[in-house]
C-alpha cells in the first residue's frame, strides 16, 4: 500500500514537473537589430556607487549595489563606505524607462545605511564591515532581489542570497566558500514614496560554508509561470549548479530540488560533486538571468569569467537546466580608464524591455575612471534591440 508521505511527495513532484516543464524547442541564436543606443546613466549625483543590478517591483524599478560612498560638494567620494545601497527608478504608464535628459535618476531615503544589514559578527559597528584587524566582510549582492509574490494589495515579497565573504585589503577571500546569507526584501505600496524595502536577515547561513552550493547568490530566475524560482550558485572552483523551490517556499530548504547528474534530487549535493556543472549556463563571470517572452527561452547576460572590460556576453535555453547555446559576444561597451575600467555587466529586463510587444533589453555595468587623481564609479546604460 502506497503510504500518505509517498502518495504527497509524488503529487508534488508531478505537479512541479508539470509546471516547469521541459521544452522541447530548438535553442534561440540573438541577433542584435540595428546599433545599440548609449542612452546615459544610472544615477544619483549624490552617491558613488558599485555594481549595480535592478529588478521590476510595484510598478517601478528597484536597483540594489554594493560599496557606495557619499559624494560631497566638490563631487569627490567622501566617507562612509556603505556596503549596499538601494534606490528607485521610475517607469512611464507604458512600462518605460523615464530618463532626465541623458540620466536616468535613481531616488531613496538609504540614510547611510547599508541595505542588507550587517550582522554584530561581520564587524558589523560600522557601515563597510570594516574589521580591527584590517579585514573586512564584504556583504555585496551579487544580483538583485528575487520577486517571488506581487500581493493583491500590491505588497511585494523578494529575496537575496548574498555570500558571507571576508576579505583581506587585497580583495582575496579568507574563505573562498563561505556561508550564504538569504534575505528577504518587503515592499509596502503604503510606505512613503522615497522609502526603500524593508529587509531582513532570514538565515545568515542558509547554505553551509565549504559544503553547500551557493544558490541563488550567482543569480536567479522565475519560471515563465511565477510558480518556481530557479536558483544558480557558483563555487569558488567555477562550478555552477542549479537549484528550484516553488514561489512560496523559499525559506524552506525541504522543499528545495537540485539538478544533479541530468535529474532533479531532494538530496543537496557536497559542494565538490562532479555532476552538478551546468554547461554554458553562463560565460563565467557576473550577470543577469532572465525570461524572455519573445523568445519563449531563459537568457543569460554578462562578462567573461577573467574580465575587466564591458563585452557582453548572451547565452539561452528553453529550459533553466539546459540545454545552453554557446556563450557569443554581442556588444563591447566602452571601458573606463582605470585599472578594473570596467565590470559587473548587468541586464535590466525591468525597464520596458518587453513593454508593448517589445524585444529588446537594457544593459548596465560599472564604468570605473580615474579623474583629477579620484577613483570615480558610474553606471552607463545601453538599450539593445533584437531582431
Same mark, same amino acid.
Given at each position: 500500500?502506497?503510504?500518505?508521505?509517498?502518495?504527497?511527495?509524488?503529487?508534488?513532484?508531478?505537479?512541479?514537473?508539470?509546471?516547469?516543464?521541459?521544452?522541447?524547442?530548438?535553442?534561440?541564436?540573438?541577433?542584435?537589430?540595428?546599433?545599440?543606443?548609449?542612452?546615459?546613466?544610472?544615477?544619483?549625483?549624490?552617491?558613488?556607487?558599485?555594481?549595480?543590478?535592478?529588478?521590476?517591483?510595484?510598478?517601478?524599478?528597484?536597483?540594489?549595489?554594493?560599496?557606495?560612498?557619499?559624494?560631497?560638494?566638490?563631487?569627490?567620494?567622501?566617507?562612509?563606505?556603505?556596503?549596499?545601497?538601494?534606490?528607485?527608478?521610475?517607469?512611464?504608464?507604458?512600462?518605460? *524607462?523615464?530618463? !532626465?535628459?541623458?540620466?536616468?535618476?535613481?531616488?531613496?531615503?538609504?540614510?547611510?545605511?547599508?541595505?542588507?544589514?550587517?550582522?554584530?559578527?561581520?564587524?558589523?559597528?560600522?557601515?563597510?564591515?570594516?574589521?580591527?584587524?584590517?579585514?573586512?566582510?564584504?556583504?555585496?549582492?551579487?544580483?538583485?532581489? *528575487?520577486?517571488?509574490?506581487?500581493?493583491?494589495?500590491?505588497?511585494?515579497?523578494?529575496?537575496?542570497?548574498?555570500?558571507?565573504?571576508?576579505?583581506?585589503?587585497?580583495?582575496?577571500?579568507?574563505?573562498?566558500?563561505?556561508?550564504?546569507?538569504?534575505?528577504?526584501?518587503?515592499?509596502?505600496?503604503?510606505?512613503?514614496?522615497?522609502?526603500?524595502?524593508?529587509?531582513?536577515?532570514?538565515?545568515?547561513?542558509?547554505?553551509?560554508?565549504?559544503?553547500?552550493?551557493?544558490?541563488?547568490?550567482?543569480?536567479?530566475?522565475?519560471?515563465?509561470?511565477?510558480?518556481?524560482?530557479?536558483?544558480?550558485?557558483?563555487?569558488?572552483?567555477?562550478?555552477?549548479? *542549479?537549484?528550484?523551490?516553488?514561489?512560496?517556499?523559499?525559506?524552506?530548504?525541504?522543499?528545495?530540488?537540485?539538478?544533479?547528474?541530468?535529474?532533479?534530487?531532494?538530496?543537496?549535493?557536497?559542494?565538490?560533486?562532479?555532476?552538478?556543472?551546468?554547461?554554458?549556463?553562463?560565460?563565467?563571470?557576473?550577470?543577469?538571468?532572465?525570461?524572455?517572452?519573445?523568445?519563449?527561452?531563459?537568457?543569460?547576460?554578462?562578462?567573461?569569467?577573467?574580465?575587466?572590460?564591458?563585452?557582453?556576453?548572451?547565452?539561452?535555453?528553453?529550459?533553466?537546466?539546459?540545454?545552453?547555446?554557446?556563450?557569443?559576444?554581442?556588444?563591447?561597451?566602452?571601458?573606463?580608464?582605470?585599472? *578594473?575600467?570596467?565590470?559587473?555587466?548587468?541586464?535590466?529586463?525591468?525597464?520596458?524591455?518587453?513593454?508593448?510587444?517589445? !524585444?529588446?533589453?537594457?544593459?548596465?555595468?560599472?564604468?570605473?575612471?580615474?579623474?583629477? !587623481?579620484?577613483?570615480?564609479?558610474?553606471?552607463?546604460?545601453?538599450?539593445?534591440?533584437?531582431?
Amino acid at each position: 500500500m502506497i503510504s500518505v508521505a509517498t502518495l504527497f511527495t509524488a503529487l508534488y513532484l508531478t505537479a512541479s514537473s508539470s509546471a516547469t516543464a521541459i521544452r522541447r524547442q530548438a535553442p534561440v541564436t540573438p541577433t542584435v537589430k540595428g546599433t545599440p543606443q548609449v542612452l546615459g546613466v544610472v544615477s544619483d549625483p549624490t552617491l558613488d556607487r558599485d555594481s549595480c543590478g535592478s529588478v521590476l517591483m510595484g510598478g517601478r524599478v528597484l536597483w540594489a549595489c554594493r560599496d557606495t560612498e557619499p559624494v560631497g560638494s566638490d563631487g569627490v567620494p567622501t566617507l562612509p563606505v556603505i556596503s549596499s545601497t538601494a534606490s528607485w527608478t521610475d517607469l512611464d504608464s507604458n512600462g518605460f *524607462l523615464v530618463l !532626465n535628459g541623458d540620466t536616468y535618476p535613481m531616488y531613496g531615503s538609504n540614510n547611510n545605511n547599508p541595505f542588507y544589514p550587517i550582522q554584530s559578527d561581520e564587524c558589523g559597528d560600522n557601515s563597510a564591515g570594516a574589521c580591527s584587524d584590517g579585514t573586512r566582510y564584504a556583504i555585496w549582492p551579487d544580483s538583485p532581489p *528575487l520577486v517571488t509574490n506581487t500581493a493583491a494589495d500590491g505588497t511585494v515579497t523578494a529575496y537575496t542570497w548574498v555570500t558571507k565573504g571576508h576579505i583581506k585589503s587585497d580583495l582575496t577571500n579568507l574563505s573562498p566558500d563561505p556561508d550564504t546569507s538569504l534575505y528577504k526584501v518587503v515592499y509596502s505600496p503604503s510606505a512613503a514614496h522615497d522609502a526603500l524595502p524593508t529587509v531582513t536577515l532570514v538565515d545568515e547561513a542558509f547554505w553551509a560554508a565549504n559544503k553547500q552550493v551557493p544558490y541563488g547568490a550567482y543569480g536567479s530566475v522565475m519560471s515563465s509561470d511565477g510558480s518556481t524560482a530557479y536558483l544558480y550558485g557558483k563555487s569558488s572552483k567555477g562550478t555552477t549548479a *542549479l537549484a528550484k523551490v516553488p514561489a512560496g517556499s523559499i525559506e524552506d530548504k525541504s522543499q528545495y530540488q537540485f539538478w544533479e547528474n541530468g535529474a532533479w534530487t531532494p538530496t543537496p549535493p557536497d559542494l565538490s560533486a562532479g555532476d552538478i556543472n551546468i554547461d554554458n549556463v553562463s560565460a563565467g563571470g557576473q550577470g543577469t538571468y532572465y525570461w524572455s517572452p519573445p523568445w519563449s527561452s531563459y537568457v543569460w547576460i554578462g562578462q567573461p569569467g577573467i574580465s575587466v572590460s564591458a563585452d557582453f556576453m548572451i547565452t539561452t535555453s528553453p529550459n533553466p537546466e539546459g540545454p545552453w547555446t554557446e556563450p557569443t559576444k554581442f556588444y563591447s561597451a566602452q571601458n573606463g580608464n582605470a585599472t *578594473l575600467g570596467a565590470y559587473s555587466l548587468q541586464a535590466n529586463p525591468g525597464l520596458g524591455a518587453f513593454a508593448n510587444g517589445a !524585444n529588446d533589453i537594457y544593459l548596465t555595468y560599472t564604468k570605473t575612471d580615474i579623474i583629477n !587623481n579620484v577613483g570615480i564609479y558610474s553606471t552607463p546604460l545601453i538599450k539593445v534591440s533584437w531582431q
